[in-house]
């Protein structure tokens, strides 16, 4: 038996099958692989673009703590994966004036809001989601523009609805509690922000954003982010994220 086993033609089929299962192997760790955002390819996004405006937050690479699990369907498949121990939010500008705000939440996860000087109103929304080979990015002009923010924070709750991308979006926000935090051993007032904001059309679904926000510094210190995505790409994320530090890397 083992001599016919040993024999050349056999040799070749058994490593065929054995490299066949390898490489299946390594597609499918790579395939629930969520791959780290990189410092070194958001410190490049930063040197090509133009500055922020002035104001907060400032420009470059903040970095976040990141703890959550994703589930994405492509067709009939579904594949779970935990999101990388760390995120990235880089803040650069545009030729108008306007800031861009961008969550990394991985490589190959993204969601972006290009705001006015006071990063209250946002006039563009982008979001990116699926796998490093099969990705989809939704993006488009927020019509009207949306106020992510309210003038006042005296204001407890606010409601927009907007359309970006063919997709109509209902947004329903609102201040649920306010308390000092202390960031980098300094203290600000910071407020609890909560944002149900539905989703439908050619992406349907409902994200909860909900975290606590500091407006002297333009930036969530804790955030924890809900979405129920369906359409090209199905998407169910779960993250919870932790500001590093108010000093960004540039």
Known sequence: MLFFLLRPGRLISLALLVAIGLAGLWAWRRARASPP?????????VRHAPPPPPGVPLGGVYRLRLHGTERIGIGPARLSRTLPGGALEVVTGTTTGQRVLELRLS???AES???DAGGRTASARSLTVGLSWF??????ATKPPLPLLPASFRTRAWRATYVAADVAFDRRSRIVASRPLKVDGATYTGFLV??????TGALSGTEITRGWYVPRLGLFTSL???RRYDGVIVDRLSATLGLVSATPTR
């Open 107 to 109: 490589a190959d996860e």
């Open 113 to 115: 809001w290009t705001v």
């Open 224 to 226: 924890k982010i809900d």
């Open 37 to 45: 955002a990189t410092l070194s390819a958001a410190l490049e996004a």
């Open 135 to 140: 990705s989809h990015t939704f993006s488009g």
């Open 194 to 199: 909560e944002a149900t904001e539905t989703a």
